[in-house]
């Protein structure tokens, strides 16, 4: 690592408030990743008879455990559970609930108030508004830094370009991302997305299309101004080729201003999907969603934990992503080297 990085590391690191954030939504990534592990309407594990079984990653069919259909076996069956607990034992994760499971033993009408069952309470369906919190979580950040790495990625690359050759293709690239840029990205996106099969890779791509123009200003004016310095110049002459002195002579330089604009634009994103998800129109209907959170929360008002909790949810990872780009922001600044 070189000094200037780990100098920047450490006045990362010397900002409390958004390395703090950084732990906190650490934590809450890991556990969105381990959603099945938290919240699952199967068992952990399962021992039987001498034998170790992992319902929550594998199917097994009734017969396994002494009972006679050949189909999945429902664990929460009062006839398996004897079955299983007459020669062995289970480990149920904390909430035994997916994010598609609905909560049939409820005594009161969907959907229902926070209980010792459900700590957040049920949605219109009956599921678990906790559990399809996480598992929208993880769906919401995996896809949100897929986003922001991809474009991200093209951003830079057609900034460099701009940037280094300039003239004709510095100008006509200005002039394509200007009336792209004028293009409203959601209301473009709502009509794309309407005239496809609801689908996470249609979503995504339909989303990099408007996305991928973030960074193209930042990158292309720092390489217009570095491409003139006497290391450059000194490059070019030596022989040296245009690819390798745009990827390792002048974007290293360039990218520290790039990299702390990264949580700023992953909370755009996340913002963007959760505001598709509201209207309708970006995962799928049985995908597991902050925004179908919200709007059960808007269709629902006599139930307000439903719009409280995806409030909440959304509040607090947009606040910690903005500390961060924060923090970011400042360890990268070159005027506190």
């Known amino acids: 690592m070189s000094p200037i990085m780990r100098s920047r590391l450490q006045r990362f690191k010397a900002n409390r408030l958004g390395f703090g954030c950084f732990i906190i939504f650490t934590i809450i990534f ?9 919240a699952n309407d199967k068992p952990l594990l399962v021992k039987y008879n001498n034998s170790l079984y ?12 002494g009972g006679v259909f050949e189909t999945e076996a429902d664990y929460k069956d009062p006839v398996v559970k004897q079955l299983i607990d007459d020669k062995g034992w289970t480990v149920w994760p904390i909430i035994q609930f997916s994010f598609q499971t609905p909560n049939l033993d409820l005594a009161v009408p969907v959907p229902s108030p926070p209980s010792s069952q459900n700590w957040l309470g049920t949605d219109d369906q009956g599921r ?20 922001t790495l991809t474009s991200t990625a093209i951003g830079i690359v057609v900034g460099a370009l701009q940037g280094y050759y300039g003239g004709w293709i510095d100008l006509i690239g200005q002039r394509v991302l200007e009336v792209w840029g004028g293009l409203p990205m959601l209301f473009m996106v709502m009509i794309l997305v309407s005239m496809f099969t609801p689908n996470v890779y249609w979503l995504f791509a339909i989303m990099l299309m408007f996305g991928w123009t973030t960074l193209v200003g930042l990158v292309r004016a720092e390489f217009l101004r570095a491409r003139n310095f006497d290391y450059v110049r000194a490059a070019r002459s030596l022989g040296v080729t245009d ?4 990827f390792r002579h002048i974007l290293p330089n360039a990218l520290s201003s790039s990299l702390s604009q990264l949580p700023f634009i992953l909370t755009a994103n996340i913002t963007a999907l959760t505001a598709l998800d509201f209207l309708g129109y970006g995962l799928p209907p049985d995908a597991a969603s902050l925004g179908e ?6 269709n629902n008002l006599n139930a307000p ?7 909440f949810t959304l509040a607090i990872v947009l606040s910690l992503l903005i500390y961060i780009g924060e923090a970011t922001r400042d360890a990268f600044d070159p005027r506190r080297q």
């Open 30 to 38: 890991i556990l969105s990743l381990g959603a099945e592990f938290i």
């Open 54 to 65: 992992v319902p929550a990653f594998k199917s097994y069919p009734e017969t396994t455990f």
């Open 128 to 147: 678990d508004v906790l559990a399809r919190i996480l598992y929208g979580l993880r769906i919401s950040l995996l896809f949100g830094f897929a986003l």
């Open 243 to 246: 690819t390798t002195i745009i």
């Open 293 to 298: 959170l919200l709007a059960q929360g808007k």
């Open 305 to 311: 934990w439903l719009a409280l909790s995806g409030f």
